[in-house]
């Protein structure tokens, strides 16, 4: 992944599956994470150290080009926003996603992904939409999203889950939605249904014929 140059990503909508691809400038993001400190009530000397209070999840602000002016079609067809709307439809609320302990709705949680190597747990917490090329009607057909994640799964529960990750050299995990199954998630992944011997021996998979919603599994690149 060279910095600096667009690169094929995807966002997935993690409660139906739907995903979204874009491209994505490796060099163009920012992580940041807030530690929780309480500072010392020093009486009677220079200082006292700090106190831990908590951790916060990891951020992540990016940007994502979207592009359809090769589309064709004329019109709404080439409409860049028939493939951004997806994203916008992922910061509202789900009927299918419930918080457990309320049981309130909530909008879904998303895996931005860019390659095999590379993937983001997380929630949006704001997103916007700058267009910057139309058709002479109007329509727009080129445009920059910027999105602001939240990481909603603990660094280390699930190997390769965010950019910081250690666990199996960060290697990214596709989460199994219902009716999916395993050569066509191997044909998603990889670009062939063959590779689903792979994605089972990788897994340890006794019965890969049995895939279960929500089931992870890890993403070894074919080369490896």
Known sequence: MSSGQLVPAQIRNLTTGTVVNCQFRPKEYA???EIAWTPGKAVGKTM???KYEHGSP????????FDSYESLGSGKARDVRNTTGALWEMTRVSEQRKEPHTQKSEP???EFRCGLMWSFHAVITSIGEKFTM?????TPV???VTLALLQAVNEGEFPGQNPTSGGHDGYAVHLVTEGETIDTIAFQ???SSAA??????ANDLDDPSRLAAGQRLLLVPLQV
């Open 58 to 65: 990891l951020k992540m602000t990016i940007e994502l080009l």
């Open 48 to 50: 006292d150290p700090p």
């Open 196 to 201: 689903w011997r792979h994605l089972a021996e």
């Open 142 to 144: 080129r445009s920059t």
């Open 31 to 33: 992580v940041n994470k």
């Open 189 to 191: 992944e990889y670009g």
């Open 134 to 138: 139309f058709d002479p009607d109007g």
């Open 108 to 110: 879904p949680q998303i």
